[in-house]
């Protein structure tokens, strides 16, 4: 038997953490992996600037989450 377990994904851009997921949307991680209690209008403008990159770059810049086989 087969199956999927699936998490957000994880990306780095311009020393921002932050998870990306299609239920939880997008929001900045600390360095111990551990979400952040708020977020600042400067990573929204990051995170906008990172938006604006192509797919390739975007990929680019993943560092783990996503859907793994098991």
Request: with cysteine; charged share 35%; hydrophobic share 25%.
């Amino acid at each position: 038997m087969h199956g999927f377990i699936c998490s957000p994904n994880i990306y780095e851009y311009k020393g921002w953490t932050f998870e990306k997921g299609p239920s939880i949307g997008v929001w900045p991680l600390r360095k111990d992996g551990e979400p952040r209690k708020s977020v600042s209008e400067k990573f929204w403008k990051v995170y906008e600037e990172w938006e604006d990159l192509s797919e390739e770059e975007k990929d680019a810049c993943h560092v783990g989450g996503g859907c793994q086989r098991f």
